[in-house]
């Protein structure tokens, strides 16, 4: 189940924050840095009196016009880089977006000052090295009109003309119907009118035209985890190929220190909330500065042509043509730090593109173990990624780990880098290989061998998607760590990519990783698999056990200690609440009683409005005591046998309530809300004791054969967002 974040939260992600990674020893002065540009870069500005920018009519509260002068953050923003850099520059006003991207693209402006980097500008774009803003893209709806998260049941959205979104939308939905506008203004008049169901724009531009208009009944949604819509930086944009340019921006942006972006952000803060949490900064990631030298290799070699292995989830496979999985997101990560075209060479099989690595018909693959075979035809950046080896076999097989099962048949992938490793070390072992994961899980299953390697999460995933019956018995080389690699010898292809991965931080790369993981590890088919390294602990415990206890004892004594294990592994570590996989599996059986029963279920969300601000002013102990003691009373609330109370993530609980209907959400609610109000929380150190508020949203269903119980987690979801929109203390009951 996927939950909606706080505004305020979303909000602080929606930070339109310069990225200055490199700048910090200069952001620790107050005075102005002196900017040291090359003869050739002082040369140009020389000969250049005048850079003209673009400026937008009305994209507030970044770029627009107001009194005939241009305004907005953007336009404050490129005025201080000019002033650093000695540029003196023109605004250019009067045109559309579309008509703005075809004077830069015909070398009638020289920048626009904020442009997300797609396939079709780069054509005709250079993009500096670091951006301007980050902004969370918004989908603007109906209340009470709800679609799925990925946009497949959408049928008409509105767009403004030539915005990134039409180009993406047009790639990956062709059957959305689009309306193009010149205004955001004219796209949520369209949507007032009922002539679309959505708009997608920036969230913080929709929340700004929606706020000034006093449009009711309309739902700003953050697409905060959408796998297209996301969060793709805007950038300067010059002219082709006008690298001097670009650098002398790049150098004016470096110039900022930390007094001048304070001011910009107090000026405006009443239109734009910045916030200083450590995701949004840490998100800023310093773009690689490529040499003269490596900028020429990728322009004359236009396109980087890519190999992946085509089925080795969630880690990389290819489907329907799209190279999806782990290493899809970092890709588009190089993509767009390196500003030039990645293409997918399409492969059958992993030997095949190991084979094409070999031939030389790709540049590179981005995720694959450094072996010594393996460096006779590739060359290897530093490892970047890592995951544990595992060992599955079939449900009914007893449980050993791997050195107790090295004299049965094993598989592995044909070519893969395990056989490299494990042979060398069990030289007495039949390894078994190959052609696809297919083929080996399949000869698992069949009893033609004991069991199968590779790494864990792949072999979640095949548990997950279609092989039910088998499970994972070991883990083993914790540290197993994948690079990536460029044809042999290719040393300026090679030195880019080593740059690139050295500018995504730990927090970025951890950032792709959670998206990709823990959906694994919350299914009912992946318990076992997540709860491996406390299971294997147990048993150890269990074979100690052996040796001081008759077998009957043995046996009772392991399944109160199992049972023991399965209770602890379902608990929040700090409430001691049901934890969301608990919820998850609760949930689904709940849903399936209803549908038998035609009784409703209804769900409750909530979210505690001021822990953040308790953790701030008093520390996290403080906001962790909160929360446990708000357990404690929500506990004492809700006290029929039938109901679920769980903690599903950082500041949000659930309630789960079979059999109950809207008039009975009402009246437990109206109890929470007693409750926390008659609550003032205390810690050490408080001066005086803190007021606690919920927001919490509500959905009531009767389960049938339409829905999946995500229907009523997204109506809950849904309520939820627009009782925090309200404010503090708010109770919505979702409806259609």
């Known amino acids: 189940m996927r939950l909606s974040l706080p505004p305020a939260l979303i909000t602080m992600i929606n930070i339109v924050f310069m990225t200055l990674a490199f700048a910090h020893n200069a952001f620790a002065q107050l005075e102005k840095v002196d900017v040291e540009f090359t003869d050739q870069e002082k040369q140009y500005i020389k000969d250049h009196p005048i850079i003209k920018v673009h400026t937008a009519a009305s994209w507030h509260p970044f770029n627009y016009i107001e009194n005939g002068k241009a305004s907005g953050y953007n336009n404050d923003l490129i005025r201080l880089v000019a002033e650093r850099a000695g540029l003196n520059i023109e605004f250019v006003v009067g045109y559309e977006w579309s008509e703005y991207l075809e004077k830069l693209k015909n070398k009638e402006i020289d920048v626009i000052s904020n442009m997300k980097i797609t396939p079709e500008r780069q054509k005709f774009t250079t993009f500096t090295h670091y951006q301007t803003l980050s902004s969370v893209d918004g989908l603007l709806t109906r209340s009470g009109e709800v679609f799925l998260n990925d946009l497949s049941d959408i049928q008409s959205i509105a767009v403004i003309k030539d915005?990134?979104?039409?180009?993406?939308?047009?790639?990956?939905?062709?059957?959305?119907?689009?309306?193009?506008?010149?205004?955001?203004?004219?796209?949520?008049?369209?949507?007032?009118?009922?002539?679309v169901n959505g708009v997608l724009d920036s969230y913080d531009a929709i929340n700004y035209y929606v706020e000034r208009s006093l449009l009711q009944n309309l739902v700003n949604t953050a697409l905060i985890d959408h796998k297209i819509f996301h969060y793709l930086p805007k950038f300067m944009g010059v002219q082709k190929g006008n690298l001097i340019l670009r650098d002398i921006l790049d150098k004016g942006l470096l110039s900022l220190n930390k007094q001048d972006i304070d001011k910009l952000h107090q000026k405006w803060k009443s239109q734009i909330s910045f916030g200083k949490s450590s995701y949004a900064v840490n998100y800023q990631d310093r773009l690689p500065i490529l040499s003269s030298r490596q900028q020429n290799y990728l322009d004359k070699h236009g396109a980087l042509i890519m190999c992946v292995d085509p089925d080795w989830l969630p880690i990389e496979a290819i489907r329907h043509g799209k190279h999806i999985?782990?290493?899809?997101?970092?890709?588009?990560?190089?993509?767009?730090?390196?500003?030039?075209?990645?293409?997918?060479?399409?492969?059958?099989?992993?030997?095949?593109?190991?084979?094409?690595?070999?031939?030389?018909?790709?540049?590179?693959?981005p995720t694959i173990k450094n072996t010594p075979s393996r460096k006779e035809f590739l060359s290897f950046t530093p490892d970047y990624v890592t995951f544990p080896l595992a060992l599955i076999t079939e449900?009914?097989?007893?449980?050993?780990?791997?050195?107790?099962?090295?004299?049965?048949?094993?598989?592995?992938?044909?070519?893969?880098?395990?056989?490299?490793?494990?042979?060398?070390?069990?030289?007495?072992?039949?390894?078994?290989?190959?052609?696809?994961?297919?083929?080996?899980?399949?000869?698992?299953?069949?009893?033609?061998i004991y069991g199968f390697i590779d790494v864990l999460p792949v072999m979640v995933n095949q548990i997950q998607h279609g092989y039910p019956n088998l499970k994972i018995v070991d883990q083993f080389e914790s540290d197993y760590s994948f690079a990536l690699a460029v044809e042999k010898g290719n040393l300026p292809l090679l030195s880019i990519f080593n740059k690139v991965i050295e500018s995504i931080s730990l927090q970025k790369k951890q950032e792709i990783l959670n998206k990709w993981l823990p959906a694994l590890y919350e299914r009912k088919t992946s318990v076992q698999g997540y709860l491996i390294a406390v299971i294997g602990m147990s048993l150890i415990i269990f074979l100690l056990l052996l040796l001081l206890f008759s077998n009957k004892m043995k046996y009772v004594k392991l399944q109160k200690k199992n049972t023991h294990l399965e209770k602890l592994a379902m608990r929040d570590y700090l409430t001691s609440l049901p934890n969301q996989a608990y919820f998850n599996e609760f949930f689904k059986k709940e849903w399936v009683r209803s549908r038998r029963s035609g009784e409703n279920i209804s769900l409750l969300l909530i979210d505690v409005d001021n822990t953040k601000l308790i953790n701030e002013q008093h520390g996290r102990s403080a906001g962790d005591q909160c929360l446990i003691e708000l357990a404690q009373r929500l506990n004492n609330v809700i006290q029929r046998p039938a109901d679920l109370l769980a903690r599903l993530e950082q500041d949000t609980f659930a309630v789960l309530l079979p059999d109950t209907s809207e008039e009975g959400v009402k009246a437990l609610t109206a109890e929470i809300f007693y409750m926390v109000n008659s609550w003032s929380f205390s810690f050490k150190g408080m001066n005086q004791p803190d007021s606690i508020t919920v927001s919490i949203g509500a959905a009531c269903m009767v389960s049938n054969g339409d829905y999946l119980e995500d229907e009523l987690s997204r109506r809950a979801e849904q309520a939820l967002y627009q009782a925090q929109d309200k404010g503090k203390g708010k109770l919505v009951i979702y409806k259609k």
């Open 395 to 448: 449900e009914d097989n007893h449980p050993y780990k791997l050195q107790q099962v090295l004299h049965k048949p094993l598989g592995m992938l044909k070519d893969g880098s395990y056989r490299e490793l494990l042979s060398e070390r069990y030289s007495d072992t039949q390894f078994h290989e190959f052609r696809t994961l297919k083929e080996g899980l399949d000869a698992v299953s069949d009893g033609d």
């Open 325 to 365: 999985g782990i290493s899809a997101e970092f890709v588009r990560l190089f993509a767009q730090r390196i500003s030039s075209p990645i293409e997918l060479l399409e492969t059958s099989t992993w030997a095949e593109t190991l084979q094409a690595l070999k031939d030389g018909t790709c540049d590179f693959t």
């Open 163 to 195: 915005f990134y979104y039409e180009e993406l939308l047009r790639k990956y939905y062709p059957d959305i119907h689009l309306m193009v506008t010149n205004t955001t203004e004219e796209a949520i008049q369209l949507l007032v009118e009922e002539k």
